[in-house]
């Protein structure tokens, strides 16, 4: 060992914090800015005590390094492409006119212009704002912010990393910008971008950085020769540089696998892993290569995106095996804490003895600094911390709520049959036909209709005791009627009740199975001042009652035409959730699955003959790396038939799913065996029809002719065009015509004009059949 001695005291650490404030003071701040409400020397003054109160508590706790510029306005990927100068040409006037303004026109776009792509960040519910690059871009250095940021932590006496989005990841996050060729590969940028970052890093060292950590997530995904090789190259390149803080390559999310014999042999000071994900592959891997005998390792041993205590023996035994293997060792959350909410002290309506299974930002970083604590001096020095972890673990893992026999022996019984109706789809089809007797090209919507202020307010006049539940269903069931009615006046052929009784999707039902625990502070962000609070998965599942039979039955009673039942699907409760660690999530997925069952077969018993098992989520949980997939696609295909497994043939399952590109698991979608699905299509000009084609899927679809992430009202000629469009792909007997997806965020008065015309242009198409 060189530079530095094992016996270094560990340094405790984080890579990123909950940028939002306790109370979502910037979020509120942004909002009142893009109002005109908030100056912007207010949200500024407000975004700069926002991070200082954060590192004065990091610090406070224990934290002895607290990381600078993982603050943001609206995105840290959209910071990046400022920093780097990559402005679209499109934002460039917005951006030299006011940079403040500019920055939000690039996230959200303006009456005149476009945002930027949004997409999501790994297989995280956080969205990215994607770079747009091209053969003609041009990088410039602007570290300002970064610089500035950096100054503020060092200001208050603090020992400050700052923290940025790698090279390599920043490229490959990338698309190619409007104008270039479509097979452009940002990659290809490299040698352009490189002296960029040396500029910036150049800066921070200037402003008083000893070391910058250079985020690079995307290598634990898997990455071509080319990809490692470029990789290789960008670290050789930084490493080399005269004028230079200490680099630390951070990685998360996975292991790093044929990515780190190249990061291993870098001319860079540390390394950062993750140890929750796969850990055991990754210390192998790590001794594989010899470990990292000359530099820093920083082991991400707490879950940065998962809500539970963190099991402390087994971190300290982890860390214990890696002090033989590196330079140095520092303790982590294996990424940036930007994906947890702030605080259970938050949470009242959770029971203590429950609470205490539940670790948020805080509580992680004080296990940070404890694990950092017990390995630079010993078990010894943490044994009351050992102890109350001791007790909160073994709490857990013998609750009734964790493991409730009825429902271990019903999961336990599943037979293969229960997972498959009890006729193919080729022979449902006839039954189903005769049953429901639709026209060519039957209309129907995705499920949620306007979600008005008045169902809102009457939600909110519910919650804080100023009507009761009578009074709130009379609410609920008038707007069913009125939903109910509009469809018929329209002339749509398969209804929906309109889910006015949901404040979403997976809450909804969350609030109904035991087993999940809702938060009312656990805020995360989704996107810019976007935030959710996911529920949490935490005990075993089950249904003590049905959860819509009572809003579909009544909707049923309104009319003669059939009314689709509407549930949101297993996997899609995993992914919007926090998921229980200590079983397999296919376990989590089949008893999620088992209670929508009885939903299921509950609706078809009270009449209901087409039921829509939304599953928006099955490809965003797909595993990073290819060789976990197919395992992932076995249990999340299972868990979606035994769901839906226990119907009649003349019953009609539908899924819904909301992208346009999956190309890769058209496979996995006809394994489900619905009956139909629906689908984004839109914006892409039917590609999801072609899609589908190319791949022989063998059933009805309803590709999207109604774009419904905009306000505008498509015109019966372009819903016609696209269904002309669908009909070279999808035969006629097999295409149906809906939306991209639910109506929720939309307003009455184009939810109106748009079906109508939506209804029309089937019309039309059909008298061309
Ligand atoms: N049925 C849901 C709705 O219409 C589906 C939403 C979704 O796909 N995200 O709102
Ligand atoms: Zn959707």
Redesign the pocket.
């Known amino acids: 060992m060189t530079t530095e001695s094992a016996a270094a005291a560990a340094r405790a650490t984080v890579y990123g914090y909950p940028r939002q404030g306790p109370n979502r003071e910037l979020k509120k701040a942004i909002e009142g800015y893009w109002k005109g409400r908030v100056t912007a020397g207010a949200l500024r003054a407000t975004a700069a005590e926002l991070r200082r109160a954060n590192w004065l508590q990091l610090a406070g706790a224990g934290i002895d390094e607290v990381p600078t510029g993982d603050f943001s306005y609206y995105d840290h990927v959209l910071d990046t492409t400022v920093m780097v100068g990559a402005i679209p040409d499109r934002h460039r006037d917005a951006v030299a006119a006011d940079p403040l303004d500019g920055y939000f026109a690039m996230a959200r776009g303006t009456q005149d212009v476009a945002p930027l792509e949004m997409t999501k960040w790994f297989d995280t519910n956080y969205h990215y704002l994607v770079p747009e690059l091209g053969p003609d871009t041009v990088f410039t250095a602007d570290s300002a912010r970064q610089v500035t940021e950096l100054r503020e932590a060092l200001g208050l006496g603090l020992a400050a990393r700052p923290v940025l989005v790698g090279p390599v990841t920043y490229l490959l996050l990338a698309k190619p910008a409007p104008g270039a060729p479509a097979d452009f590969e940002p990659l290809t940028l490299l040698d352009r971008l490189l002296p960029v970052y040396a500029e910036v890093l150049a800066d921070l060292r200037a402003a008083g950085a000893e070391w910058v950590q250079l985020d690079e997530p995307a290598l634990v995904q898997d990455r071509t020769p080319a990809e490692l090789s470029a990789t290789g190259r960008a670290y050789r390149d930084l490493g080399a540089l005269a004028d230079r803080p200490k680099l630390l390559v951070a990685s998360y999310f996975d292991r790093l696998g044929e990515a780190l014999p190249v990061l291993a042999k870098a001319p860079v000071e540390g390394l950062a892993l993750d140890f929750t994900e796969a850990a055991a592959a990754h210390l192998e891997e790590l001794a594989a290569v010899g470990g990292l005998p000359r530099k820093r390792l920083i082991a991400g041993v707490v879950n940065g995106r998962n809500i539970w205590v963190n099991d402390l023996e087994t971190s300290l035994a982890t860390l214990g095996t890696l002090l033989g293997l590196a330079g140095r060792v520092d303790v982590a959350a294996s990424c940036s804490l930007l994906h947890v909410p702030l605080d259970t002290a938050a949470e009242r309506d959770i029971e203590p003895p429950i609470l205490r299974w539940l670790a948020f930002a805080r509580q992680k970083t004080a296990e940070i600094v404890t694990l950092a604590r017990g390995l630079t001096r010993g078990t010894g020095a943490i044994t009351a911390e050992l102890a109350a972890n001791r007790a909160a673990l073994a709490s857990r893992a013998t609750s009734p709520i964790t493991r409730d026999p009825a429902v271990r022996a019903r999961a336990g019984a599943v037979t293969d049959a229960d997972a498959h109706r009890s006729q193919p789809y080729a022979e449902r089809v006839t039954v189903q036909r005769a049953h429901l007797r639709l026209p060519l090209l039957p209309t129907t919507t995705?499920?949620?209709f306007p979600q008005t202020g008045e169902l809102r307010t009457a939600r909110a006049d519910l919650r804080e005791g100023r009507i009761d539940r009578a009074g709130y269903e009379e609410r609920v069931r008038a707007e069913i009627r009125e939903v109910i009615s509009f469809q018929e006046r329209t002339g749509l052929d398969v209804l929906v009740h309109g889910?006015a009784e949901r404040n979403d999707?997976v809450q909804y039902f969350a609030e109904q199975l035991t087993g999940y625990l809702a938060t009312r502070h656990g805020w995360v962000q989704s996107y810019g001042t976007r935030y959710v609070r996911p529920p949490i998965l935490a005990g075993d599942i089950t249904r003590p009652e049905p959860m819509t039979v009572r809003w579909t039955a009544y909707a049923q009673s309104l009319t003669e035409r059939p009314v689709k039942g509407?549930l949101t699907g297993p996997v899609t409760m995993l992914a919007w959730s926090f998921v229980r660690d200590d079983q397999p999530l296919g376990d989590t997925a089949r008893q999620v699955a088992l209670a929508l069952r009885d939903e299921v077969n509950d609706l078809e018993a009270a009449g209901t003959s087409v039921i829509q098992v939304?599953e928006?989520a099955l490809r965003e949980t797909l595993p990073l790396r290819a060789g976990d997939r197919p395992a992932y696609l076995a249990w999340a295909t299972e868990a979606f038939r035994l769901t839906t497994g226990g119907v009649r043939p003349g019953t009609q399952i539908h899924t819904?799913m909301?992208y346009a590109e999956f190309g890769d698991i058209v496979r996995a979608i006809d394994d489900l065996d619905a009956d139909v699905i629906s689908l984004e299509a839109a914006r892409s000009h039917m590609q999801v029809a072609r899609e589908l084609a190319t791949h022989g899927y063998p059933r009805e679809a309803g590709p999207g002719v109604y774009d419904i992430h905009s306000p505008r009202v498509p015109s019966v000629r372009e819903a016609a065009e696209l269904l002309r469009t669908g009909l070279k792909a999808i035969p006629a007997e097999r295409l149906w015509v809906n939306p991209d997806?639910?109506l929720?965020t939309r307003g009455w008065p184009e939810t109106r004009s748009a079906l109508r015309n939506l209804v029309a242009a089937a019309r039309t198409v059909r008298g061309e059949l």
């Open positions: 995705i499920g949620s889910e999707m509407m939304d928006p819904h909301c997806c639910g929720k």
